[in-house]
Nanobody, 125 residues
Framework: QVQLVESGGGLVQPGGSLRLSCAAS????????MSWYRQAPGKERELVAA????????NYADSVKGRFTISRDNAKNTVYLQMNSLKPEDTAVYYC??????????????????WGQGTQVPVFS
């Protein structure tokens, strides 16, 4: 059973920091490209940060460059999002996403796209 479980969200004041975690299970984490998305009230879901596998190349939305850092620990099947200098406009539900190719002996390779349940990050005084 595939699971992506986010944690670490919560109320934070502007200028503060939070570290989100996403614990993965049920698939080969080390082979998956992992991302963090967010969705603010009344807005579409947007990509915040991504990290590839292998290689660990990273990509960030312009709005978070220099403030957020995505990382992964393949030994712990976990991806992180360190968020610093938080702003009210960072307020959103943050989602973990995993994308990759599933290989099995009995069928052709197939793409998978998994989502976590989300964790809320309200940023206000």
């Amino acid at each position: 059973q595939v699971q992506l479980v986010e944690s670490g969200g919560g109320l934070v004041q502007p200028g503060g920091s939070l570290r989100l975690s996403c614990a993965a299970s049920g698939f080969t984490f080390s082979s998956a490209d992992m991302s963090w998305y967010r969705q603010a009230p009344g807005k579409e879901r947007e990509l915040v940060a991504a990290i590839t596998s292998p290689g660990g190349r990273t990509n960030y939305a312009d709005s978070v460059k220099g403030r957020f850092t995505i990382s992964r620990d393949n030994a712990k099947n976990t991806v992180y999002l360190q968020m610093n200098s938080l702003k009210p406009e960072d307020t959103a539900v943050y989602y973990c996403n995993a994308v990759g190719i599933r290989f099995t002996r009995s069928s052709a390779p197939s793409r998978y796209d998994y989502w976590g349940q989300g964790t809320q990050v309200p940023v206000f005084s």
